[in-house]
């Protein structure tokens, strides 16, 4: 890949900072209640088991990360099978992140209409998801080292209540309920797929590889260091709730409801500004890593390069960064991303399939990378398997469009005659 003219200003904990955002949406707002109405006292130790799962896709990606160091995520890891494999692995991401983030900046207004009245109406809403969106485009065009700094605080305002509430909730309960019998598997399918989701997003701290200080080893440590505690934390919250709420339908806002028991009137309003910085630290993670994806793209020569360009002032990818916001601002405002929402998670382990499958083209594999290659891909394979056919339906749609619009680009001239990023591959 060309010379970037990006700068290496992502530390370890940058990186996992990254990959915290990423994860910690408003799934766990919204989990604990149905975990504990379906599972009860076992529902706590569903993180440890889906966040072992989980480990099994974060693993052979984190070595992946390992040989890599440019940027691009699952476009540089698919790059071995040729330009236009990387091209739709790219594609279908980017619609991916793209719904996702519409969503979320949906749910951003939500929970700002209940500190703002004014944000739960037409204009309001309108006016929150435009104040959101331009504030994190602004700061990520203008220097990546802000928009850390901003996602750092956002991760103390989110994180710190969050522990402080599990904690206070398994010292206001006194005694931990004991786990109760494993559940049927039966049972678990559609729940357990609820909880895996609740561990994707750590991609975020993949694609910036080529603004990482020492990618390959920050990368890889990042992933698993961040899974692993989003488990212990998932698990410390759902156990707090599971000790201190009673049995039965699961409230409409369960942290909320967890933490006016706790804390009183002020719990909601507590947990109102919780939920909002939450949102905008997986919007402005995702705004951060994205947009990298479109610029690596311009680099392998599959988008026009000025998707590509780099400030010379800023050294961010701007125009990349610029266009996501548009993009990801008129999908929120107009509705239109909730058919592409049905495709989100799915596009994802699209994306996890197709760069772990590429994992023997880029070194050779021994029997262990193997069977974290079998695993890996097998865990994203059931999760695909659960997806309903609209699902399906909308992958292909966006595989053709994405098939279209890449021969379109290669008609015009723009796909250069740039190879992939040299193998890494060891010597046998």
């Not at 790059?79 to 949906?106: D, H, I, K, Q």
């Not at 909880?195 to 920050?218: D, I, Q």
């Not at 990349?320 to 799915?346: P, R």
Request: net charge positive; hydrophobic share 55%; charged share 10%.
């Amino acid at each position: 890949m060309r010379g970037s003219g990006l700068r290496r200003e992502i530390g370890p904990v940058g990186a996992a900072v990254l990959a915290f955002n990423g994860i910690v949406g408003a799934a766990i707002f919204a989990l604990p209640g149905t975990l504990h109405e379906k599972f009860g006292a076992f529902s706590p130790w569903l993180f440890p088991l889906i966040g072992a799962a989980a480990l099994l896709i974060v693993l052979p990606l984190a070595r992946l990360a390992a040989l890599h160091k440019e940027t691009g995520g699952p476009v540089a890891y698919a790059a071995p099978f040729g330009r236009f494999v990387a091209f739709e692995t790219g594609w279908l991401y980017c619609l991916a992140r793209w719904s996702a983030m519409a969503a979320n900046a949906n749910v951003f207004a939500i929970y700002a209409a209940t500190l703002w009245a004014p944000a739960g109406g037409k204009a309001g809403r309108a006016a929150a998801i435009l104040l959101l969106v331009a504030a994190l485009t602004a700061i990520n065009m203008i220097g990546l080292r802000r928009a850390l700094r901003m996602l750092d605080a956002v991760t103390v305002i989110k994180a710190l209540p969050l522990l402080a509430l599990a904690i206070w909730g398994l010292l206001a309960a006194g005694a931990i309920p004991a786990p109760g019998p494993l559940p049927s598997l039966s049972a678990m399918d559609a729940t357990v797929l609820l909880v895996l989701y609740a561990f994707v997003g750590f991609e975020n701290a993949l694609v910036p590889a080529g603004e990482t200080e020492n990618p390959r080893r920050n990368i890889p440590r990042a992933l698993i260091a961040t899974v692993i505690g989003m488990a212990l934390v998932y698990f410390l919250i759902q156990l707090a709730y599971v000790s201190v709420m009673p049995a039965g339908p699961a409230p409409t806002a369960p942290l909320a409801a967890f933490a006016q028991v706790l804390v009183g009137p002020a719990g909601a309003a507590l947990i109102a500004v919780v939920a909002l910085a939450s949102v905008t630290g997986n919007i402005g993670s995702t705004m951060t890593s994205t947009p990298r994806v479109t610029y690596a793209l311009a680099q392998q020569g599959s988008l026009p390069a000025w998707f590509g360009r780099v400030s010379p002032r800023w050294a961010t990818p701007a125009n990349s960064v610029l266009f996501m916001g548009l993009v990801v601002a008129a999908l929120a405002l107009s509705g239109s991303f909730i058919w592409l929402a049905v495709l989100s998670t799915l596009a994802r382990l699209a994306a996890y399939v197709v760069s772990i499958a590429a994992l023997p083209k880029t070194e050779k594999a021994g029997p262990a990378t193997i069977v974290l290659m079998v695993a890996g891909i097998g865990i994203c394979l059931w999760a695909a398997s659960q997806s309903s056919w609209q699902a399906w339906a909308a992958l292909g749609g966006a595989f053709v469009a994405g098939a279209l619009l890449y021969a379109g680009s290669s008609s015009a001239g723009t796909v250069s005659s740039i190879q992939p990023p040299p193998s890494t591959r060891s010597p046998s």
